[in-house]
């Protein structure tokens, strides 16, 4: 149900994103602090909403359909933000670029593969860049302005968020490779396989989709 906590907590992932959007554009020091304490907040119930879901017998189909879809707007919205606000730096954008063709990649492989009741499961290694990514990302978005509100401007925070942004799409470009590689695997056995005779009984029910609580 969409009212389980669960649910709620993937809910409040979109609802944030209009409240980063409003302080990350305002540019003040403490309106940058606010915008990463609303991100990282936003970004942990990433974790906590798969946990509880799993833990509670919470698992469902809206569950499944929003919490991909939640993650990818979410991090769209603060890639978007950083490089408006001019908060990424030439080399910056880079990764960035690729981190946000790879979600692409992915949603447009896990649709095709929806329809041939396939899932892509969720490697540690994508686990990881979720972590480095959304590490990075609420670094950037506090920026050396918001560590100087909390008394850290001594600390390159910018930098330790590029170079986070950087370990992030170098894991992005791996598990993107692998998840187009197991794509193209079930794709190739798909066209080689040929269409069943009709059957006189009742046709079987179809697998349960494994799709993935996060990716």
Known sequence: MP??????????RIAAIPVLVLFATLGEPWTNLVACIVFSAAAITDYFDGK??????QISDFGRMLDPIADKLLVGAALMLL??????STFGLFPAIVILLREI????????????KIGLPVTNLAKWKTGFQMGALGALLAGDSGASVIW????????????????????????GWDYLQ???RHVGGAAAQPPAPPSPGPAPAPAPLQTPLRS
């Open 3 to 12: 009212t389980d906590l669960p649910n709620l907590l993937t809910l409040s």
């Open 52 to 57: 509880l879901a799993r833990s509670r017998k």
């Open 83 to 88: 490089a408006g606000n001019g908060q990424l």
């Open 105 to 116: 990649l992915v949603s447009g492989l896990r649709e095709y593969l929806a329809g041939l």
């Open 152 to 175: 850290l401007s001594w600390l390159p925070v910018s930098l330790i968020g590029e170079v986070m942004l950087l370990a992030a799409a170098i894991l992005t470009l791996v598990t």
């Open 182 to 184: 197991a794509g193209l």
